[in-house]
């Protein structure tokens, strides 16, 4: 229960800047980079770790670069 107060506490502190068709592809991406696991051999199966971050920034719907680039793709102002 904490971690979800935690969840929407964070959501309403963070300016969301991910719209949902963003976050619809964002999905999409680390689901496709996770599955180089398993088709990838030796060390180079790891770099599928790398989509924990368009997942991540799919879920807490903010991504800091687009801070840096002055982009949003949500909806609201």
Known sequence: MVLFQTFFHWRSVVKVNVGTVDRVLRIVAALALFSLYFLLDGS???????????????????CPLYTL?????????
């Not at 991540?56 to 903010?62: D, K, L, R, V, Y």
């Not at 680039?69 to 102002?77: E, Q, V």
Request: charged letters at 10%.
């Open 44 to 62: 180079m199966k790891y770099l599928a770790f790398i989509g924990i971050v368009p997942l991540a920034t799919a879920f807490i719907c903010f």
């Open 69 to 77: 680039f002055g982009i949003n793709t949500c909806g609201k102002k």
